[in-house]
């Protein structure tokens, strides 16, 4: 359910990025979940892009056959599969769909993104994510339907009703670059602890653990590490070095703690605006289905 691209071309400037889609009279385009717009006699000329500020432009010209459409798209992953994704900011590939440790059934991919560190005013990239759910989410939903996701990326009762419902999700992280595991570690709590103002002795606990998974840990280039919330109050963690992770390493037991770092992620002030702005997107075509 991921997800097409954007184009990219010289004219009047917009705020998000356009797709010039051609409709013939004898057909009207769809938007395929897997390649883009598909149907009729749809057309969509496309390039891959990734960063939600990134402006665009539009030609005045219009094709000799049929009408032009210009439809407004948030920032998504490439579809190069019909197996998996690749996040085009970083090329790495994400499966459609998941059987993460710990979890009781396949996970279905609904969006991907890159995470970004600025050293002396550039830009680095440390890793891709890949966010998944259970399929079954779109139930929970349904009265988002027919909404835009420029409407679904600014909910912040969407996202905490997601993170609240008692299906499973994970955020697979792939990292680009290497990175020691205490580094990996103050980066996340960079974003739990400021967010629990007085933690409970479990909190604590639970962050301990939490720390001492990356504590000594080399994470090399490629190292995925799975954040699974099995439960609102119950988050898995797995790391693996040496391809997918085959078990869960620790169990975080905090309420607090496990919707904190889900806030980071998918709150008002993202820590990666490319995934949170894509998983609009891949809830968006999801209930459109």
Not at 32 to 47: C, D, E, H, I
Not at 145 to 160: H, M, N, V
Not at 217 to 239: F, Q, Y
Request: with cysteine; net charge neutral; glycine share 8%.
């Amino acid at each position: 359910m991921v997800l097409g691209a954007a184009l990219m071309s010289a004219g009047t400037p917009c705020a998000a990025p356009l797709v010039n889609l051609a409709i013939s009279a004898s057909g009207r385009g769809q938007l395929n979940p897997l390649s883009g717009f598909t149907g009729g006699a749809a057309a969509v000329n496309s390039s891959a892009f990734s960063l939600p500020s990134q402006t665009c432009y539009n030609r005045s010209a219009a094709p000799r056959k049929g009408r032009v459409h210009w439809v407004r798209l948030l920032p998504r992953a490439s579809v190069k599969s019909t197996d998996f994704i690749v996040e085009p900011a970083t090329d790495v590939k994400f499966q459609k769909d998941l059987q993460v440790p710990g979890c009781s059934s396949p996970l279905s991919l609904l969006g991907a993104g890159y995470r970004e560190k600025v050293f002396a005013i550039i830009g680095v990239k440390v890793y891709a994510a890949g966010f998944y759910a259970d399929a079954s989410i779109a139930d929970m939903l349904q009265s988002w339907k027919g909404r835009p996701a420029t409407e679904i990326i600014e909910s912040s009762s969407l996202f905490e009703s997601l993170f609240e419902d008692y299906r499973e999700k994970c955020l697979q992280i792939v990292l680009v670059r290497d990175v020691d595991g205490q580094t990996f570690w103050n980066a996340l709590n960079d974003v739990i602890s400021p967010r629990i103002k007085e933690p409970s002795v479990a909190d604590k606990e639970a962050l301990e653990t939490f720390r001492g998974t990356f504590h000594g840990r080399p994470l090399n280039k490629g190292t995925i590490i799975l954040l699974t919330w099995a439960e609102p109050s119950k988050m898995l963690v797995s790391i693996s070095s040496m391809g997918f992770p085959s078990s869960v390493d620790a169990t975080i037991e905090s309420h607090s703690v496990a919707s904190t770092l889900f806030d980071g992620f998918f709150g008002p002030s993202p820590v990666s605006p490319s995934l949170k702005a894509s998983i609009a997107n891949g809830i968006m075509i999801l209930l459109d289905q």
